[in-house]
């Protein structure tokens, strides 16, 4: 049977991969525990690209719930406040 492009990529790619670990501790061990968590950069880009799920969610609600929609508004404000801060704290 010849040797497709599929089965030579698999097999490239199973001859570099390196050992898993020993057990779940070793990653920890080896790569330390804060090296798992995100930094505090990421953490803010991410409030900051969350902003459109949550423009897009508030504005949904306020159009469902039309008495209601100043209280989505004031969430909205708020989050857009706590975003242009995660921004300024780059």
Same mark, same amino acid.
């Given at each position: 049977?010849?040797?497709?492009?599929?089965? +030579?990529? #698999?097999?490239?790619?199973? $001859? +570099? $991969?390196? &050992?898993? &670990?020993?057990?779940?501790?070793?990653? $920890? !061990?080896? /790569?330390? =525990?804060?090296?798992?968590? &995100?930094?505090?950069? #990421? +953490? #803010?880009?991410? %409030?900051?690209?969350? =902003?459109? &799920?949550? /423009?897009?969610? $508030?504005?949904?609600?306020? /159009? %469902? /719930?039309? %008495?209601?929609?100043?209280?989505? #508004?004031?969430? %909205?404000?708020?989050?857009?406040?706590?975003?242009?801060? *995660?921004?300024? *704290? !780059?």
């Amino acid at each position: 049977m010849p040797v497709t492009i599929v089965n +030579r990529t #698999q097999l490239i790619t199973w $001859t +570099r $991969t390196p &050992p898993p &670990p020993a057990g779940p501790h070793s990653l $920890t !061990l080896s /790569f330390g =525990i804060a090296s798992c968590l &995100p930094s505090l950069e #990421q +953490r #803010q880009v991410i %409030r900051c690209l969350l =902003i459109s &799920p949550v /423009f897009a969610l $508030t504005s949904w609600v306020g /159009f %469902r /719930f039309v %008495r209601h929609y100043i209280y989505f #508004q004031l969430i %909205r404000d708020m989050y857009e406040a706590f975003c242009i801060a *995660a921004f300024c *704290a !780059l």
